[in-house]
């Protein structure tokens, strides 16, 4: 079934480690976006991709980077987690046929929680 | 640069009355604007884009860019609509989001 995935669901982990945060989609979608949301707080986009080998940054100044080896695979790493990064992470894919059609399907998201 | 702006972060009401969530914009360019929901437990998924005037679920939203508003309105709220609600706005090549607003529909 045709579908978004994100995991880990939850990650809790300490101060200094290197972690990745998995996306994956089965739509076939060119376009791939990553937010990030605080609780009662707007979704800040952090990184979008058009397509393989591009990557774009966001409105949100961001310690994270993505890669867009494959279409179906963008996951976002970061180096060095810190308390700061403790969010939710969303990702979504867009099939982009244009911007009065931009329909953004999402993951489930990652909670991470940094000590 | 663009902005999503949405007032309250919380609407109560009680089922059958009507419902207006509002929703403002700042861009310099023509707006292409969306309305986002996320039921409990749920993603968050696309409710409806301004672009095709189609009322889903009893909603409706229309462009009024005098005002630069986005407004989602229904007449007749019900239980089931209770969600959280995100206005969106796509400019420069990528989708931003409002802060949301959450609606609670009381039996």
């Known amino acids: 079934e045709a579908d978004i995935y994100q995991t880990p669901r939850y990650l809790v982990i300490g101060t200094g480690k290197k972690i990745t945060l998995e996306c994956s989609q089965t739509m076939g979608h060119d376009k791939m976006y990553w937010y990030q949301q605080d609780p009662g707080m707007e979704l800040h986009l952090i990184h979008y991709s058009y397509g393989v080998n591009s990557t774009e940054k966001g409105d949100l100044s961001s310690e994270s980077t993505v890669s867009r080896i494959r279409t179906e695979h963008f996951p976002l790493t970061l180096e060095s987690a810190r308390p700061s990064h403790t969010s939710q992470y969303l990702c979504?894919?867009?099939?982009?046929?244009?911007?009065?059609?931009?329909?953004?399907?999402f993951g489930s998201g990652t909670q991470l929680s940094v000590l | 640069a663009q902005r999503v702006t949405q007032p309250e972060k919380l609407l109560s009401v009680f089922k059958g009355a009507p419902v207006e969530l509002k929703c403002n914009y700042s861009y310099s360019g023509s707006p292409e604007l969306f309305w986002y929901v996320q039921y409990s437990r749920q993603r968050l998924q696309l409710l409806l884009r301004h672009i095709s005037r189609e009322s889903i679920k009893g909603f409706t939203a229309d462009l009024n860019k005098g005002e630069t508003s986005f407004h989602l309105k229904k007449p007749f709220a019900q239980e089931e609509d209770s969600a959280m609600y995100y206005c969106?706005?796509?400019?420069?090549?990528?989708?931003?989001f409002g802060a949301g607003t959450r609606l609670a529909v009381h039996p």
């Open positions: 979504a894919s867009s099939d982009w046929t244009g911007a009065a059609n931009e329909k953004l399907f």
């Open positions: 969106a706005l796509f400019g420069y090549n990528k989708l931003i």
